[in-house]
């Protein structure tokens, strides 16, 4: 029987903190991770789209934050299909995407975006959380966005364990892996592990029924 695995990302500007991790709330388990680059060296100012933007006439700013979405998405997908692709040979089933997402309201066109420097900011981290969608949705992967914020509690409750069981045990499992084990690889690996729990349980009630 194929192994469940599911990935977590935590984006950044022009890369992302991803984890792969299977097993179970009792014997959770890291199977890999990654940095995935998504932003093209090749195109000045990619790394932070809207910043560069704000510097150019509003033609210009649109062809260019348009072009520098289709290359980070394409980095992206390419980066997730090799990595589920790797996965799938080795034994595994990849059941979905956790990608941690902010709580902002719905963004505004881009020129009332260049106009704050708040919602700049804003707009390129849904900028790379949403090319990491459409890599998900590429590989045929269920997506789930997870509230970032949110994300300690849901996992205790997926885990059905005590908040400060759950950070003494995810901390611990760093010791395992080995480094890199920052807050980066924490909350994408809790993403994942929703996923996967999540996942499992519903595929449970599913045949049960």
Not at 169 to 186: A, F, H, T
Request: aromatic content about 6%.
């Amino acid at each position: 029987m194929r192994e469940a695995v599911a990935l977590g990302f935590r984006a950044h500007s022009g890369w992302t903190a991803a984890v792969a991790a299977g097993g179970s709330p009792s014997k959770p388990i890291i199977l890999g991770r990654q940095r995935i680059e998504t932003a093209d060296a090749g195109i000045p100012g990619s790394k932070q789209p809207y910043h560069a933007a704000k510097e150019m006439c509003a033609e210009k700013a649109e062809t260019f934050v348009r072009q520098c979405r289709e290359s980070s998405t394409l980095s992206a997908i390419r980066a997730v299909t090799a990595w589920v692709a790797q996965l799938r040979q080795s034994g595994h089933t990849v059941v979905g995407t956790g990608i941690l997402f902010a709580s902002g309201r719905p963004l505004p066109n881009l020129a009332a975006i260049l106009r704050s420097h708040p919602l700049i900011h804003t707009a390129e981290g849904e900028f790379f959380r949403e090319v990491l969608i459409t890599a998900g949705e590429h590989c045929s992967l269920p997506v789930t966005k997870l509230k970032e914020r949110e994300v300690w509690e849901r996992a205790a409750k997926v885990f059905r364990l005590p908040l400060p069981d759950l950070r003494r045990r995810i901390g611990e499992l760093g010791n395992s892996v080995g480094p890199p084990w920052r807050q980066d690889e924490k909350l994408a690996s809790l993403a994942a592990w929703i996923v996967l729990i999540e996942s499992n349980s519903s595929s449970s009630s599913t045949h049960s029924s």
